[in-house]
T-cell receptor, first 115, second 113 residues
Framework: DTGVSQNPRHKITKRGQNVTFRCDPI?????LYWYRQTLGQGPEFLTYFQNEAQLEKSRLLSDRFSAERPKGSFSTLEIQRTEQGDSAMYLC?????????????FGAGTRLSVL | AQKITQTQPGMFVQEKEAVTLDCTYD???????LFWYKQPSSGEMIFLIYQGSYDQQNATEGRYSLNFQKARKSANLVISASQLGDSAMYFC??????????FGAGTRLTVKP
């Protein structure tokens, strides 16, 4: 399978705990994006990487959120001190370059439930 | 600021018939791309079709076509010969030079047998 891979698919955690999600993009893609999707809404942009550089972060990405892409390949998204409002689907996407015409290919997402 | 509007929360269509899902957008950028994605209950966003702002012809991909009306800022998705497997959420999205893809709220399509 050469598509975007996300792990885990589901995560249940207690409020206050830290969680980390992983995204493996399509191998030759330079751009990697993270989105958050709440029930009944479209995905909302969180952040993106060009290779290993994090180039943009949304206002939605509070100080409790951090994302890395250390070698320009896979990426991790960590949420510290989780809150119930963090419950959502977290989607990762990748694209070949940074053009506005580039198609972003998505993974199946990680669904986070904070109890 | 960019904005994507999908005014149909839900749509029903009879199997084998065509359906149009509406999408309007707002941007001040002259260069932009419009995308449609399908999201089945499994959660994965599946790319369907793309239209560039400078494209003269409407995009088509198999049973999917995009009715692009630039002056009206609309990019409606037309699905022909609907199949039961087309039942899903459909999202319209736009990307421009700031590379921040914005999505609409989505339309839930239900195909009736």
């Amino acid at each position: 399978d050469t598509g975007v891979s996300q792990n885990p698919r589901h995560k249940i955690t207690k409020r206050g705990q830290n969680v980390t999600f992983r995204c493996d993009p399509i191998s030759e893609h330079n751009r990697l994006y993270w989105y958050r999707q709440t029930l009944g809404q479209g995905p909302e942009f969180l952040t993106y990487f060009q290779n290993e550089a994090q180039l943009e972060k949304s206002r939605l990405l509070s100080d409790r959120f951090s994302a890395e892409r250390p070698k320009g390949s896979f990426s991790t998204l960590e949420i510290q001190r989780t809150e119930q409002g963090d419950s959502a689907m977290y989607l990762c996407a990748s694209s070949l370059s940074g053009s506005w015409a580039d198609i972003q290919y998505f993974g199946a997402g990680t669904r986070l439930s904070v109890l | 600021a960019q904005k994507i509007t999908q005014t149909q929360p839900g749509m029903f269509v009879q199997e084998k018939e065509a359906v149009t899902l509406d999408c309007t957008y707002d941007t001040s950028d002259p260069s932009y791309g419009l995308f449609w994605y399908k999201q089945p209950s499994s959660g994965e966003m599946i790319f369907l079709i793309y239209q560039g702002s400078y494209d003269q012809q409407n995009a088509t991909e198999g049973r999917y076509s995009l009715n692009f009306q630039k002056a009206r800022k609309s990019a409606n998705l037309v699905i022909s010969a609907s199949q039961l497997g087309d039942s899903a959420m459909y999202f319209c999205a736009m990307s421009s030079n700031n590379n921040d893809m914005r999505f609409g709220a989505g339309t839930r399509l239900t195909v009736k047998p």
